[in-house]
């Protein structure tokens, strides 16, 4: 298994306040996503990085921001959550372009 | 971007019986992804393909080019199949995803 993880694994929280969650890696891949996966939509790309420093918004970008300061952590900050920003997350890494994605675990988040 | 549609959106099988799913797209890719993703969550890759077929156990995909379409096949179905199978394809920006294919194979 690729080594990526997320923590937190679950998180509750209010509306308005701010939230980050964390991407690690072990693999030095190059490339990390973000994605949400709600019912009746799928998996959504939040924002990616193509390198340290090197990040790109989504199809579902606002509301999430990203920082990318080493090439192991990859981190979404919810600046003041949403109950729309209800959801699981997942982050995901590849090592070049049209590789294989490997997906961390997932963090469910509820906003209240 | 790409639109990608998967069929059907639920399957029950029984054991044993052959199984087919569905995934077409609009736009022409690099490459095309099958995943699954188990009731507890995790998301595992189970292909990559950009041409013609890969087969690992008793799972095969296959990709047709031309037709922009692509099918997961399961031989000799088990209720350990049983779990969400997504498509998605490289788009400019990360993948786009299919809604998935919830499949239950009964015993």
């Known amino acids: 298994d690729a080594g990526i993880t997320q923590s937190p694994r679950h998180k509750v929280t209010e509306t308005g306040t701010p939230v980050t969650l964390r991407c690690h890696q072990t693999?030095?891949?190059?490339?990390m996503y973000w994605y949400r996966q709600d019912p009746g939509h799928g998996l959504r790309l939040i924002h990616y990085?193509?390198?340290?420093?090197?990040?790109d918004k989504g199809e579902v970008s606002d509301g999430y921001s990203v920082s990318r300061s080493k090439t192991e952590d990859f981190l979404l900050t919810l600046e003041s959550a949403t109950s729309s920003q209800t959801s699981v997350y997942f982050c995901?890494?590849?090592?070049?372009?049209?590789?294989?994605?490997?997906f961390g675990p997932g963090t469910r988040l509820l906003v209240l | 971007k790409n639109e990608v549609e998967q069929s059907p959106q639920n399957l029950t099988a029984q054991e044993g019986e052959f199984i087919t799913i569905n995934c077409s797209y609009s736009v022409g890719i690099s490459a095309l992804h099958w995943l699954q993703q188990h009731p507890g969550g995790g998301i595992v890759s189970l292909f990559m393909l950009s041409s013609g077929k890969k087969k690992h156990g008793r799972l095969i995909a296959t990709i047709n080019i031309q037709e922009k379409h692509s099918s997961l096949h399961i031989t000799a179905s088990h209720p350990r199949d049983s779990a969400v199978y997504i498509c998605?394809?490289?788009?400019?920006?990360?993948?786009?995803f299919g809604k998935g294919t919830h499949l239950i194979i009964q015993p």
């Open positions: 995901a890494i590849q090592k070049g372009g049209a590789e294989t994605q490997y």
């Open positions: 998605a394809v490289d788009d400019t920006d990360g993948l786009t």
């Open positions: 693999e030095n891949h190059r490339y």
């Open positions: 990085s193509y390198g340290v420093k090197d990040t």
